[in-house]
């Protein structure tokens, strides 16, 4: 990404997308400010990002820029689960271009992780857990109840 431009609100932020190169400039809604890194971006002909792993709740690329940069993943932005790692680090995102992830990247070699890890899932994951282990105690206690009273 060769630059960034701030708007107001998503329907700027809209209004604007017909008007601008998506491969050369983004659209940022200011909400988003402290997630940019305020360094300019600099253009670096030998930077690279490459997509080496798709999964449905997993992305994984390898970057590699002689300085810092600014890229716009071409996948739906979604904050409601999807986090971001830069090498094993929780690491924020932002929307771009209204729809689209987007991300400073440092400079240097990287491994970036896009994980769907939504809280939903982690509760009912847990809740899961306790109800299996509860059901599992019943049983037993309702076998070890028959066992004893076999036994009189």
């Not at 107001?8 to 809604?29: F, M, S, V």
Request: glycine fraction near 6%; charged fraction near 20%.
């Amino acid at each position: 990404m060769k630059s960034y431009k701030w708007v107001q609100n998503a329907d700027e932020e809209i209004k604007l997308l017909g008007e601008t190169d998506p491969g050369q400039q983004a659209l940022i809604d200011q909400r988003f400010k402290t997630l940019v890194t305020d360094a300019p971006l600099k253009t670096d002909s030998t930077s690279v990002i490459q997509l080496t792993s798709y999964e449905p709740n997993k992305l994984i690329y390898t970057t590699s820029a002689a300085t810092d940069q600014m890229a716009i993943f071409s996948e739906i932005y979604y904050d409601k689960g999807w986090n971001a790692y830069v090498d094993g680090k929780l690491t924020p995102h932002f929307r771009a271009n209204y729809i689209l992830r987007g991300m400073s990247v440092p400079a240097g070699k990287h491994t970036i992780e896009f994980r769907f890890e939504p809280s939903s899932y982690n509760v009912g994951e847990k809740v899961s857990l306790a109800s299996s282990i509860l059901l599992v105690l019943l049983v037993l206690g309702v076998l070890g109840f028959g066992v004893y009273k076999m036994k009189k």
